[in-house]
């Protein structure tokens, strides 16, 4: 099973980034996806969660409206479209996999993680 974050990179306030998160070693399609960030100095944050084919997402308050998840079962690929970006966004973002079927804010419903990908917002 191996997860790989990429698209992290440094961007102005109200800038946007995409993150991708290519899955390998198990059905991808099967299972559950989310997004999470650790900022500096701070826990892991829940940020979004899609389910297996991409019909219902869901989104921390900290980020509704201005990041969009997705996925493309086909290329075997989770997204995070990240808009409007704030400073308080600055964080390593990585993607995780469940096998609950429905989506959850815990790190401990996760079996599989990233390494994670770099966003910073600065100006």
């Known amino acids: 099973v191996q997860l790989v974050e990429s698209g992290g990179g440094l961007v102005q306030p109200g800038g946007s980034l995409r993150l991708s998160c290519a899955a390998s070693?198990?059905?991808?399609?099967?299972?559950?996806m989310s997004w999470f960030r650790r900022a500096p100095g701070k826990g892991l944050e829940w940020v979004s969660s899609?389910?297996?084919?991409?019909?219902?997402?869901a989104y921390a308050e900290s980020v509704k409206g201005r990041f969009t998840i997705s996925r493309d079962n086909a290329k075997n690929t989770l997204y995070l479209q990240l808009n409007s970006l704030k400073i308080e966004d600055t964080a390593i973002y990585s993607c995780?996999?469940?096998?609950?079927?429905?989506?959850?804010?815990?790190?401990?419903?996760?079996?599989?993680w990233g390494q994670g990908t770099q966003v910073t917002v600065s100006s």
């Open positions: 995780a996999r469940t096998q609950r079927y429905t989506a959850s804010p815990s790190p401990a419903d996760y079996d599989a």
């Open positions: 899609i389910n297996t084919y991409g019909m219902y997402t």
């Open positions: 070693g198990f059905t991808f399609s099967n299972y559950r």
